[in-house]
């Protein structure tokens, strides 16, 4: 049999509008020519079946009317291309396949098979559709501000045989016409029954996409996400939610998906919270009952703790006090909240100040590419700081490479999301042994402050113990007995199962009939089963950023320590807090106390750690010339402004150029060191001085800046006049293949420095002499740098 694979022609500019009978005129106009027409006429011959499906933007004439011709020609293209990609995605499996424009708002598509494939051709017509619909609609938008509405019409060729194919084809053309305007954009009865099939026979299905705790490389939570029946043109969440909405039964399905995500869920909660979507309009739906989530729950053997209700956002929300009243019902009820697709559609400031959510999921589109966009970084890390201050925490949705996940760990985010980290599946699959360890030692390298690597087996104390058999009343008499105690482990043959804290037990006991429902139970029954547990040689700093990443109410529970999983004490937060206190005195020795940059001690640190690895790098020399002048001037307060700018350009310049392992350090006073990779350093000092020459002017006053100089007193006592702070700016390559003393390199640096200041403006020199720390043999005599200004 004849079989095409989607071949495009040029574009049709004749049009065929039939008459309003839907009659052909007497002589049929030719919809398809040459070898298209030989195609379709060959599989006629060998008696397949055709069919035709029309596809036009509804009220295309108004459009035309009301915008500007280019306007409605991209409108009318975006219609043309997105038929011929979905066409080619759905229906490439047909031996006929053909698309024709018809004119500039109408696609016809020519189908060709047998009998079977072309039986239910009015559903084959009415879920592409929906499908052309969903991905115009964007683009509509973006052109004309509103929603365009697509009708669809299809019908069969009723053919004789060849000689009649061109008048069988305007025909069913005719009759496609017809049945598109008599749609006007509702969904067909086929597609409806179907739709009405599967939420009364329950066939919504879920998968479960991880949320990935970023600071101690645990699945935090699992987001639930519908999917209909597999083999239904249903099967994708885009067309059974836009379908919905169409069919006004938005609530109907989002009542059958809670049901599926709670139903699939259950068996493999670990420990885990569910993340369930919910539209805020159905909140509002005339059918709502508030308890009717609680039931399921209770169906499954759940609690509302477990579960956080992400709110999309992307509609609008009319009656916003009886929204936030239902909203405060499931809040009170012990339900987390999340706002969805922060950044986007509705989800603005004051939607996130009104709903007052526990989680900001922020969308997609600001965290794919964030490692190489600082405007996307930026915005992170104040919707981060936002987060801190209201007690929120960010989930980055859309993770898809190792770098995206390494920059946002980098930036202290609290939880990730991405196909990256892990794909939608049933049942839920767990993260990575190498995704694990990525975001331990991500995070690890990302933490504040200088390191405490010591492990935490140095602050471990003897545990508590009770065994798995032990009656919840033994517990009671330990605690009233030993008073200092405030958690008891539960141990099976020497392994941690679960931890009781004494006021959990006290508040379980202390609830009406609690004593006699519980103090004859096993201990199994109330217990934790999911402690915080690490073992021995973990790093203190790890294990406290993953204690700080738990839950409010799990926060201050002490953290277990196993040698090769056996119980061998535990550490409490308190004890943690301190150590890393302790280290961070130490560090506050060696930073500078205005930038908080490693100061001198740190800085010959890290060179001495790369001259030790033999690591070839570039070094900086950066200073302010005219400083004390305009110190002297402008005061101290605005010359701690100037450091402080200088600081953050300097580093700016490091995350948007440099890489990873690039370094700044704060000598003092206005001067600056950064260690760069030596085939990075150039663009990363021409990024310094195009910031700071910017930058710079607004540190004076409107007189000073349009004179170009103040009037001052230099260091020598010389009275005159003063160019406004520029910026020196001293490359010094070391090799370090050979030892290098800090004598060495520093007379090095001050001849650069010196040269670079003796030159007008913000300038740039680099040492042309070889580079310091060269093998023996090779001469380090080289011409000196010119100078850049």
């Not at 209201?390 to 990730?416: D, M, P, S």
């Not at 070094?619 to 305009?630: A, E, G, H, S, T």
């Not at 450091?643 to 490091?654: D, F, Q, S, W």
């Not at 403006?761 to 740098?785: F, H, K, T």
Request: charged share 25%; glycine share 10%; net charge negative.
């Amino acid at each position: 049999m004849l079989r095409t694979f989607m071949q495009f022609p040029p574009r049709i500019e004749q049009r065929f509008i039939p008459d309003g009978a839907g009659s052909p005129p007497s002589k049929p106009p030719e919809l398809l020519r040459g070898q298209r027409r030989a195609m379709v006429a060959g599989h006629v011959g060998l008696g397949g079946v055709l069919g035709v499906v029309l596809l036009e933007i509804q009220d295309f004439y108004l459009l035309r009317r009301l915008f500007r011709p280019e306007v409605a020609a991209a409108v009318g293209v975006a219609l043309e291309d997105e038929v011929r990609s979905t066409a080619a995605t759905r229906l490439s499996g047909l031996p006929v396949c053909l698309v024709e424009r018809l004119d500039a708002g109408r696609v016809l598509l020519v189908l060709g098979g047998n009998s079977a494939a072309l039986d239910a051709l009015d559903r084959t017509g009415a879920a592409l559709r929906l499908e052309v619909r969903g991905r115009v609609r964007c683009e509509a938008i973006r052109l004309t501000g509103q929603e365009l509405e697509i009708r669809c019409g299809a019908a069969l060729v009723i053919s004789q045989g060849v000689a009649g194919l061109d008048m069988a084809l305007a025909s069913a053309l005719g009759e496609a016409s017809r049945l598109a305007r008599g749609e006007a954009g509702t969904g067909t009865s086929p597609m409806l029954r179907e739709f009405r099939e599967i939420l009364e026979l329950g066939r919504v299905r879920s998968v479960y996409q991880p949320i990935v705790n970023l600071r101690a490389g645990t699945v935090f939570a699992w987001e639930a996400l519908a999917r209909g029946p597999a083999e239904s043109v249903f099967a994708s969440p885009s067309m059974l939610f836009d379908f919905a909405e169409e069919a006004g039964a938005v609530f109907a399905l989002e009542k059958a998906c809670r049901e599926a995500a709670i139903r699939g869920f259950s068996p493999n909660t670990h420990g885990a919270k569910l993340f369930c979507n919910i539209h805020p309009r159905t909140m509002l739906d005339p059918a709502f009952t508030p308890g009717e989530t609680r039931k399921l729950l209770d169906k499954y053997g759940m609690e509302p703790k477990d579960v956080v209700l992400e709110i999309t956002e992307r509609h609008s929300v009319k009656d916003f006090n009886l929204f936030h009243r239902t909203l405060d019902h499931y809040r009170d009820a012990g339900y987390g909240v999340a706002i969805d697709d922060v950044g986007t559609g509705y989800s603005g400031l004051a939607s996130i100040a009104e709903i007052k959510p526990d989680f900001m999921k922020i969308d997609m589109s600001l965290v794919r590419g964030i490692d190489t966009n600082p405007v996307k970084r930026a915005l992170l890390e104040t919707m981060l700081t936002f987060a801190e201050k209201v007690g929120c925490r960010i989930v980055a949705e859309g993770i898809e490479t190792e770098a995206e996940l390494a920059c946002l760990i980098r930036l202290g985010a609290h939880f990730g999301q991405g196909f990256y980290l892990g794909r939608p599946a049933q049942p839920p699959a767990d993260l990575g042994d190498d995704i694990r360890l990525a975001i331990v030692a991500g995070s690890s390298l990302a933490a504040d402050g200088l390191k405490c690597a010591s492990p935490i087996s140095d602050l471990a104390e003897r545990a508590n113990q009770m065994p798995h058999s032990a009656q919840v009343g033994e517990v009671k008499q330990f605690f009233d007995a030993e008073e200092a105690a405030h958690a008891v482990v539960v141990v099976r043959d020497g392994f941690p199962e679960g931890l009781i804290m004494s006021h959990h037990l006290d508040r379980l006991l202390s609830s009406q009939y609690g004593l006699a429902l519980f103090l004859r139970r096993e201990i199994t029954r109330i217990m934790d089963p999911q402690p915080l547990t690490v073992e021995w040689d973990t790093p203190v700093e790890v294990a406290a950023q993953a204690a700080m990443a738990r839950d409010r109410d799990k926060l201050y529970d002490p953290i277990l320590v196993t040698c090769r999983g056996k119980l061998s004490g535990v550490v409490s937060v308190q004890k943690i807090l301190d150590a890393l206190a302790c280290v961070q005195v130490e560090m506050a020795k060696g930073a500078n106390p205005l930038t908080g940059l490693p100061g001198n001690v740190a800085i010959e640190r890290e060179i001495s750690r790369r001259s030790a690895a033999r690591m070839a790098t570039s070094l900086v020399y950066v200073d302010l010339d005219n400083f004390k002048v305009y110190n002297d001037v402008y005061g101290f307060q605005n010359g701690d402004k100037a450091i402080l700018m200088t600081a953050r350009i300097l580093g700016e310049a490091l995350t948007s150029q440099g890489g990873e392992d690039d370094f700044l350090g704060h000598v003092g006073g206005d001067d600056f060191v950064l260690l760069c990779r030596c085939e990075t350093v150039e663009q990363v000092c021409q990024s310094v001085l195009e910031t700071f020459a910017a930058a710079s002017p607004a540190l004076y006053g409107s007189e000073d800046r349009a004179r170009g100089y103040i009037e001052g007193q230099s260091r020598d006592g010389r009275v005159g006049r003063f160019d406004l702070i520029t910026l020196s700016m001293g490359i010094i390559d070391c090799a370090f293949a050979a030892p290098v003393t800090m004598d060495e390199l520093g007379q090095r640096a001050a001849a650069v420095k010196k040269f670079a200041k003796s030159r007008p403006g913000n300038s740039l020199v680099r040492d042309r002499r070889g580079p310091l720390g060269l093998a023996q043999g090779i001469s380090e005599e080289m011409p000196p740098a010119a100078g850049r200004g």
